[in-house]
């Protein structure tokens, strides 16, 4: 591997990953330096992503009990050894859940496949999404509970009034979804808290 090319946050992720999953991570990340030396590796969304030609290839990512690797182009990619699940998928990426090393495909497919995703990339295809319908949306009433917790904070009731109808729905889906009462209370309670600091409820998968 080029120096260049090596993200030392990588290095820090699979040193932190479950012991069962440094192995396959690092196999993984070889056979991407591999095919495409001139890789580009990132941190995105919190796991590792290896881009090409100025756009995303693929990724993996560990888990408690197993790990994932995906392609970002998988949609449009031939499938001669039917093992990217396209559909009904039970876990992210396309390989299924990675526990063991003998859960990946032969090295000679591998390098197959990261060969094909680099090649899209070099020819800058990209993937062309049909336009999806949006249904109308629903009002989402906001809580009793949750319009007393605003009123105790000016900066959260401020923040949350500022905010778009599709941001004050998506915190007020996330509390008024919980199981429980301590789930609820512990997450109004954190969306006190982010709206106090002015941010969205997924601000963490925000790219930087």
């Known amino acids: 591997m080029k120096k260049q090319n090596i993200d030392p946050r990588i290095d820090t992720y699979i040193e932190k990953a479950t012991p069962f999953a440094q192995p396959i991570l690092d196999h993984i990340r070889s056979l991407v330096h591999q095919v495409c030396p001139n890789v580009e590796e990132t941190m995105k969304w919190s796991f590792p992503h290896f881009d090409y030609k100025g756009a995303m290839m693929c990724s993996m990512a560990s888990f408690k009990n197993h790990m994932a690797f995906g ?62 319908k949006s249904a109308p949306k629903k009002e989402v009433i906001v809580p009793d509970y949750f319009i007393k917790a605003l009123g105790k904070n000016i900066k959260a009731l401020e923040t949350f009034e500022n905010f778009s109808p599709s941001h004050r729905r998506e915190y007020i889906n996330w509390i008024t979804e919980a199981k429980t009462e301590t789930t609820r209370d512990k997450r109004l309670a954190t969306a006190i808290e982010w709206l106090s600091e002015g941010k969205i409820k997924d601000w963490k998968y925000v790219r930087k």
């Open 71 to 132: 392609f970002w182009k998988a949609s449009i990619m031939e499938d001669p050894y039917s093992i990217l699940q396209q559909e009904n998928r039970t876990a992210m990426g396309h390989l299924g859940k990675i526990k063991t090393m003998k859960d990946l495909p032969k090295d000679k497919i591998m390098l197959e496949y990261i060969k094909q995703a680099m090649i899209l990339n070099e020819q800058g295809i990209k993937i062309v999404k049909a336009p999806v």
